[in-house]
């Protein structure tokens, strides 16, 4: 039995936001951070962030993917920042972890991405 429509969104209108325009925007935004936060946090969050969004694909939970390629990227700014800035420890440590925040979300696309199409592509035929 169907009622009237909804003038609410569905929710699955939030999913379905094509990944050709997130990444972009993403891009965008890692380099205003490095510009205008910490060149070195989001250096250190991208090579520390990295290669788990390369080994995505490997992880069975997807959860557990993201959170580690967020976690590391965080960590990556705020370790990178902290040892090879310059101003205060403090605001160091946190411009760091801002930068390794955003640059962990925008590589949490990327996982999205890279942990969906390893599960959705067909197998090689025989």
Known sequence: MSGPPSN???P???FAIDARLVLPIGVL???LTA???SVLGVAGALIAGAPILLLSPRFRSFFRAVYMVVTCAVVGGFV???FFGTGSSVVRA???ALAGFVVGV???MGTMIRWHLARTRPGPSA
């Open 80 to 82: 990178s920042a902290l």
């Open 29 to 31: 935004v890692v380099g």
């Open 94 to 96: 946190v411009l760091g």
């Open 106 to 108: 925008t590589l949490a």
């Open 35 to 37: 510009w205008l936060v």
């Open 12 to 14: 699955g209108f939030w």
């Open 8 to 10: 609410r969104a569905s």
